[in-house]
């Protein structure tokens, strides 16, 4: 039994360290989570209770004073030893070990290894909440031609160092409305894998208006991932995804999945929803899919101007969170009855996880990761397209603006001030610059309802694993 005396001397080091503690409870479990070391513990009450006397530094005289009302001493002393011995291990109240290293670990010479092609800036959908206007993004409609997709391409392996796998990702727009140099890039980029030690990763993003059976087999054989642009039930889905004409597409493009994913056997997939105001309920979004027979799902909210209907509002927040906990215990409990899913936003890695560079830095937008616009324009992602200020070079010079770089290299969890004592940081790695700098101006702030979300989803997550860990 540890000696009281002994967890005096261990309390009273704890805040003088910035140590990080997460702890909530959640479908009857004590969760705690050690922020720096990433490790999780699913606990007692007693040793719930004690871990913020011990951040609150105080003694083991007044710790046992304020508990004993509820628990005995010594089961008091017992969770006092746990704790310590988690600290000794370095799984609870760990340092952080990240800080020394961020402010450098962009600086060094980096690698251009993602593009995101634009290959159409048209779409033959009128999405109500489409950033792209319809594809047009802020510009005018146009596909990109193959000269343009080759330049890219060649962009790409110039400037991937020695990186050896490489990703493309045909966007709009809806992609499919340039499907011929969409079949022509891939085949270039595959002509040139060999002679240059690459192996690129292509994936696409379609609305499935166009999806027909010679352009399934395609993507089938040579797309690593295709994600299926769906937002849920049918009067969901045609509410937000008409046609222009007003007609919705949901009849049309459900049974165009159904059969694309049924042919795709087990290469991966996502069927990707955003839900709006008008769907809070969107868990039963969610669950329609696996109904359907999909397992790959997605569901984002919507990011739009305060100002329309649709958009999501800070009143909206708590509903939206009860929503994602009404997901999680569907979740479980389909789970245990056999009847599986994966839903993106549960998908979190507790036994590794992502490398401490993608931990600090997110996506890479704007260093590691570019758009390219149908005419070969540069930009950090697809979101910052159309923005003046943001436009990088371009595919034909290959040089890329270092002081529009420069605002992205020193981006990282530690950059952000909102970020520093956020639990989730570490799991979102800073947010998105492009919803940051669309909601406050700036790259080095956040946007709040994303991030209120986001730790929301890691909460969700965690319990997951808790309840689903012996099966």
């Given at each position: 039994?540890?000696?009281?005396?002994?967890?005096?001397?261990?309390?009273?080091t704890?805040?003088?360290?910035?140590?990080?503690?997460?702890?909530?409870?959640?479908?009857?479990?004590?969760?705690?989570?050690?922020?720096?070391?990433g490790?999780?513990?699913?606990?007692?009450?007693?040793?719930?209770?004690?871990?913020?006397?011990?951040?609150?530094?105080?003694s083991?005289?007044v710790?046992?004073?304020?508990?004993e009302?509820k628990?005995?001493?010594?089961?008091?002393?017992?969770?006092?030893?746990?704790?310590?011995?988690?600290?000794?291990?370095?799984?609870?109240?760990?340092?952080?070990?990240?800080?020394q290293?961020?402010?450098?670990?962009?600086?060094?010479?980096?690698?251009?290894?993602?593009?995101?092609?634009?290959?159409?800036?048209?779409?033959?959908?009128?999405?109500?909440?489409?950033?792209?206007?319809?594809?047009?993004?802020?510009?005018?409609?146009?596909?990109?031609?193959?000269?343009?997709?080759?330049?890219?391409?060649?962009?790409?392996?110039?400037?991937?160092?020695?990186?050896?796998?490489?990703?493309?990702?045909?966007?709009?727009?809806?992609?499919?409305?340039?499907?011929?140099?969409?079949?022509?890039?891939?085949?270039?980029?595959r002509?040139?894998?060999?002679?240059?030690?690459?192996?690129?990763?292509?994936?696409?993003?379609?609305n499935g208006?166009?999806l027909?059976?010679?352009?399934g087999?395609f993507?089938n054989a040579?797309?690593?991932?295709?994600?299926?642009?769906?937002?849920?039930?049918?009067a969901?889905?045609?509410?937000?995804?008409?046609?222009?004409?007003?007609?919705?597409?949901?009849?049309?493009?459900v049974?165009?999945?159904?059969?694309?994913?049924?042919?795709r056997?087990?290469k991966?997939?996502?069927?990707?929803?955003?839900?709006t105001?008008?769907?809070?309920?969107?868990?039963?979004?969610?669950?329609?899919?696996?109904?359907?027979?999909?397992?790959?799902?997605?569901?984002?909210?919507?990011v739009?101007?305060?100002?329309?209907?649709?958009?999501?509002?800070?009143?909206?927040?708590?509903?939206?969170?009860?929503?994602?906990?009404?997901?999680?215990?569907?979740?479980?409990?389909?789970?245990?009855?056999?009847?599986?899913?994966?839903?993106?936003?549960f998908?979190?890695?507790?036994?590794?996880?992502?490398c401490?560079?993608?931990?600090?830095?997110?996506?890479?937008?704007?260093?590691?990761y570019?758009?390219?616009?149908?005419?070969?324009?540069?930009?950090?992602c697809?979101?910052?397209?159309?923005?003046?200020?943001f436009?990088?070079?371009?595919?034909?010079?290959?040089?890329?603006?270092?002081?529009?770089?420069?605002?992205?290299?020193?981006?990282?969890?530690?950059?952000?001030?909102?970020?520093?004592?956020c639990?989730?940081?570490?799991y979102?790695?800073?947010?998105?610059?492009?919803?940051?700098?669309?909601e406050?101006g700036?790259?080095?702030q956040?946007?709040?309802?994303?991030?209120?979300?986001q730790?929301?989803?890691?909460?969700?997550?965690?319990?997951?694993?808790?309840?689903?860990?012996n099966?």
């Amino acid at each position: 039994m540890l000696c009281v005396d002994s967890v005096i001397m261990h309390a009273k080091t704890l805040s003088e360290e910035n140590k990080v503690i997460h702890q909530y409870k959640s479908n009857g479990y004590n969760i705690v989570l050690d922020v720096n070391s990433g490790s999780v513990h699913v606990v007692d009450d007693v040793v719930y209770d004690m871990i913020p006397e011990l951040e609150n530094e105080n003694s083991m005289n007044v710790i046992v004073e304020k508990m004993e009302d509820k628990y005995t001493v010594d089961e008091i002393l017992e969770a006092a030893e746990e704790i310590d011995y988690l600290k000794k291990e370095g799984r609870l109240f760990a340092e952080d070990s990240y800080e020394q290293y961020a402010g450098g670990i962009k600086q060094h010479e980096t690698v251009v290894k993602a593009l995101c092609l634009h290959i159409a800036h048209d779409c033959n959908l009128a999405c109500k909440y489409c950033f792209a206007e319809e594809g047009e993004y802020h510009g005018r409609r146009a596909l990109m031609n193959l000269e343009v997709g080759k330049k890219a391409i060649d962009f790409l392996i110039k400037n991937s160092g020695n990186r050896h796998n490489l990703e493309v990702d045909f966007f709009g727009g809806e992609p499919l409305m340039n499907f011929d140099v969409v079949k022509e890039i891939v085949r270039y980029g595959r002509s040139l894998e060999k002679e240059h030690n690459k192996k690129f990763r292509f994936t696409l993003t379609t609305n499935g208006v166009l999806l027909n059976e010679e352009i399934g087999e395609f993507l089938n054989a040579e797309m690593s991932n295709v994600v299926l642009s769906l937002d849920g039930r049918k009067a969901v889905h045609d509410r937000m995804r008409p046609f222009r004409n007003g007609k919705g597409s949901y009849d049309l493009i459900v049974p165009k999945f159904k059969k694309f994913v049924e042919a795709r056997r087990d290469k991966d997939y996502f069927i990707r929803g955003t839900f709006t105001r008008n769907n809070l309920d969107f868990a039963e979004d969610v669950l329609h899919f696996a109904d359907a027979g999909f397992d790959q799902l997605s569901m984002e909210p919507v990011v739009a101007e305060p100002g329309e209907d649709y958009a999501i509002r800070t009143e909206d927040i708590e509903a939206i969170k009860m929503e994602y906990d009404r997901l999680a215990l569907e979740y479980i409990k389909r789970h245990q009855e056999g009847q599986k899913f994966n839903f993106f936003h549960f998908m979190i890695d507790l036994n590794q996880g992502p490398c401490v560079y993608k931990r600090l830095t997110g996506c890479g937008a704007g260093t590691e990761y570019l758009a390219v616009t149908p005419w070969g324009d540069l930009y950090p992602c697809h979101q910052f397209v159309g923005k003046d200020d943001f436009k990088m070079g371009d595919v034909f010079e290959g040089h890329l603006d270092p002081a529009v770089q420069a605002r992205f290299m020193g981006l990282n969890v530690y950059s952000k001030p909102s970020c520093s004592e956020c639990f989730a940081r570490f799991y979102c790695s800073g947010g998105c610059a492009a919803n940051s700098f669309n909601e406050t101006g700036t790259l080095n702030q956040v946007y709040e309802t994303g991030c209120e979300l986001q730790r929301k989803r890691v909460e969700c997550a965690i319990m997951i694993k808790a309840a689903l860990a012996n099966e």
